[in-house]
């Protein structure tokens, strides 16, 4: 057995955890904190892990901060939900608003790897339109991006995690096929199948970030649900397994157990490092360009924590949008009972979906949305019961004991971006003595029509199937995204298409902050797809000189 | 042959048994008092012919097939027991194949073992249960593909019950009626099967039962992605073989076939390899051969592969048999 990875770091002496083999190692080229590195990347999840590995493996020097520790998933990952909160961002932030986000398991990860490492691994493309949502379907704002560009960096990123998807994909234009075959569906996505083939929608099996058949070193999935947990076969295409190994053989360095608390701006407005915190004292690592990835509510946060003389708002606001725009995506379920037994937690979560209302614009409202089938844990689900059906005591445990039973739907959903749900600096300090962040948040009207018509539609769906006993979770949020907003107008953007600041000009921001709209799909897929076309931009910048 | 001749000669001349017949004078004076000479056997008496020689150059084509129906069966016993164990047998009708198919291995074995000139009704009995239990299997196979939401879709035909594999319990039936045909040999006729020539029918089947066979794992190795390049090989090489029996079968004249004998081996071959193969793929599942438990039922089906060398053992014989009886 491996040492404690919260302990001390692992990523040291030359050497990293091998993720796929007990107790291995591989190689780690490292730098001094001297050294002056092409890219200091802050954040190694969706982001900054696909970053790393793509800068690395263009020739760049990098080094690549995790505040999280670097696992091992066959051996530090156990069956056991209680266990697995390690993976989460659980630092203290202060929430409030009219409808307060509950921060930690649900949106934000802390390893090596980032969130990915305990995402459920829902694969999918945005929408076309969605990158000009503004000039097309009349709301939000547009990317400064087009979805054709986005659409080979979208083949790029599902070849490089084999994504095991349809053999046709039901919705938008045509994609090439999946690097690898579906899963099999389990009986909860069957019912969801079920539902829609009675509501005349299409379904189909998700396309997963887990692999389906041997890949390399990775097992095939075993499915036992255990993913928002910590898959331990590698089946799991996280980037800790992926774009992560790849970047240090390409040459990256990666440092767990390392806090970047402020980036270091000099009198020309160039970034000239990082300071950070590992081994139980703050350092300074000198970098050419820094790149902030540490997901929507520590991206701006960290450049909020950046403020200097010259820039009193913090870092790259000269738009004053730093942490505005926050968006978090409506997650809300129906539940129910089936006459036949289900055992949703066997297999990924969501082996089925529809996206039948991100593509069917007849609605009253702006915005799209799918469901898929659901799992929860009995942990998960035991919580779910109580706050959604108020039975506690004896009642839940009689309850609990439909486990087998149990079967639902959970949607996920555009959020409108809106200026008054922000990140921002709370007066509370963090265990490194950083303020913490301060999420305020509130659905507006047109999300509140959204959920309320996902809700219905997935209860008809689900009585359709047969379910019966059904309730619903109304209250839930996932992904986040926003915050540090990408744009064409630097008075209404932080960073340009290529997540360049506008004011910084050696500072990017490359995560799931930069997004104008979210859409009403997961957002990792095309988080990463936009790391990977900000890779290609950073080295065309690179060969003409202006970086 | 020569077991033949020493069922004949063994007892009372055990000398004869290293001999294809009299050659040296002093042989002759042995074979004074023996009822029916070697010599005197090549002969076949008028009204009464020596069934028994005639057949014995042909038990060694009706042990190829009653083997090629074993393995067959085998195939179908261990991938049924394991796949409808896993299904919890459920439903009652899901242990039929593995009744049959057992049925159909000892079947096979007592025919192999047996070099007696007709066919035996209990024989007969199981391999036509098989043949009718395989087209059930599969008429039932399909109705669950259509029963599941989405029907004939690429998922269900990769997840849902396998199409093919009951037609492998036809298949084995088939080739075991095929044996018996030939066994059954009436003097002076080419053996039949199912009213048509043996030999050509039997190459035909080999073909067909080769296509049908790589169709199911072209498909089930699509599932798989092909992750390994090896799994390119039995959906590449045994059509070849396919089509050089399919050749046979279609223009059945008397001559030797080297090329089609060829890809046959090689398709033999690979049956043999595939279990290795698929061993090799079991332990890169989660936990590896020390997980077996798990692993035999999740990874790739180690009984799978020699259903090509049992249906190539078909061909083989089928090949022998139209040297002998093709056409001129
Ligand atoms: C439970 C759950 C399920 C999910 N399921 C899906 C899904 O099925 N499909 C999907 O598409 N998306 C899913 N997501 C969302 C997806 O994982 C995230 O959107 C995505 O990982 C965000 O990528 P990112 O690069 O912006 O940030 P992350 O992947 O969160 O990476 C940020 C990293 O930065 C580090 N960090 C932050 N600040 C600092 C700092 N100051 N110094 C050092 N390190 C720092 C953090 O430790 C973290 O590791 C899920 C998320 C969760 C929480
Ligand atoms: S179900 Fe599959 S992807 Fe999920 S944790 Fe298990 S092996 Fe990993």
Redesign the interface.
Known sequence: MSSDPFERPRAADGRAPDVFKMGGWIPMRQNRDGDEVDFAIVGTGAGGGTLAARLAEKGFSVVAFDAGPYFRPLEDFASDETAQEKLYWNDPRVVEGADPIVMGGKNSGKTVGGSMVHFAMVSLRFRPEWFKSRSTLGYGADWPIGWEEMWRYYDQVEKDLSISG???YPWGPPRPRY????H??NAAA?VL??GC?AMGMK?T?TPLATV????GEA??C?YRGFCRFGCS?N?KQSTLNTYIPRAIRAGAEIRDLAMVGRIETDARDRATGVHYHRDGRWRFQKARNVIVAGYAVESPRLLLNSATDRHRHGLANGSGLVGKYLMTQPNQAVYGKSKDEIRWNKGPPSLAITEHWNYDDRKDFDGGYCWMGQGPLPIEWAKTVTASRGIWGDELRLAMQDYNYQVGVKMVGECMPSEANTVTLADQKDRYGLPVAKVTFGWSDNDKALIRHALDQMEMSLEAAGVTDLFRQEEDANHLGGTVRMGDDRRTSVVDADCRSWDVPNLFVCDGSVFPTVGGVNPSLTIQAIALRTADRIEQLAARGDI | MRSMVEKRLGATHPRMTIMSGPTREADFADLVDDPAPAHVAREPRPGAPLRGYSHSVEIGQVRMVHGAAAMLAMSVLADSGIEHSRGQYHNPAMFTPLVSSTLSILASLDGAARSETSAHPLRLASYGIAMVVGLVGTAFHVHNITKKPGGFSWENLFYQAPIGAPAALSLSGLLGLAAEGIRDEKPGESPKLLGLPAAPALAGLTALGLLGTTAEVSLLHFRGNFQNPLMYLPVALPPIAAALTAEAALRPHKRPRPQAKLWLGITAALGVAGVAAHAYGTHRYSGGWKNWRQNLVDGPPIPAPPAFSGLALAGFAALALLERHGDD
């Open positions: 349809p053999i046709n690097p690898y075959r579906p099999p569906l069957e199948a079920r083939e379904w099996p389906s058949a041997p890949r097992h095939p075993v076969t089946a």
